[in-house]
Structures are given as C-alpha cells and as structure tokens.
C-alpha cells in the first residue's frame, strides 16, 4: 500500500464526528432552554401570587378581586392553564393579620406541557385597616 490510500481511508469522518458532536449539543442546548423556562414559569407564578396578596390587602379589596387579579397576571404572562389552582385566604401570624394567595401549578418539563411534578408558590402581605 502506498501513502496516499491511508490517507483516504478517514474520508468522510468529519462529517460523522459533525453528527455526534451537534446531536449532544443541540440536545443540551434545548435542555438549558427549558430549564430556564420551567424557572421563568414559577418566577412568573410566585410575583402575581405576591401581586395578589397586595391586592387583597388593600382596604378596599376583597379575596375574589385578589384571585382575579392573579388570575390574570398569570394568564397573560404564561397562560391560562397556569392559573387553574389558586387560593386566597386571610390569617393570622403573630397577632397580625395577613392575605396569602396559595398558587399551584404543574412544572412544564417538555415545552409548554406540564409534568408530573407541581410547585406551590404563596404570596402574602400585610392588611391595611382602615381608620
């Protein structure tokens, strides 16, 4: 054999080292990518149930305005799907009275779609009196 056969003996390796090398890359690409977007989706959940709570503890407010009000932060931030269970109740701590707005929603693992797995945020603030 002489030299120029072994030297086309890797033709044709570049392109599969290309494949393997983009498959991972992509796949561990569009993993960050929905990571960051399960962590967008409960950032987004966790400030409209603290919006909420404002809401509801406003003076002039009652706890069906505070579950609207969160209802629609959450639905035209996220989407409506995300809004299905949420909660608002009044309470105690400490002798204070408080408005917590309970929030829980399926964590989207493949796109949009939600898994199996659900995270509770909660949102509470404190209650005005009035005079």
Do not use: W
Request: hydrophobic content about 50%; overall charge neutral; proline content about 2%.
């Amino acid at each position: 054999m002489n030299l120029f056969s072994h030297l086309h003996e890797d033709e044709g390796s570049a392109v599969v080292d290309f494949v393997l090398i983009a498959s991972v890359l992509v796949m561990l690409v569009l993993g960050i990518m929905q990571v960051c977007f399960a962590v967008h989706v409960r950032n987004t959940l966790a400030s409209a149930a603290a919006e909420g709570a404002r809401y509801a503890a406003s003076a002039d407010r009652s706890t069906n305005d505070a579950l609207g009000r969160t209802r629609l932060s959450i639905s035209q931030a996220v989407g409506s799907r995300f809004a299905r269970d949420i909660s608002v109740r009044n309470h105690v701590i400490g002798g204070l009275d408080f408005a917590e707005v309970t929030v829980r929603a399926a964590i989207p693992l493949v796109g949009t779609l939600g898994g199996p797995a659900t995270t509770t945020v909660r949102g509470h603030a404190l209650l005005e009196v009035q005079p």
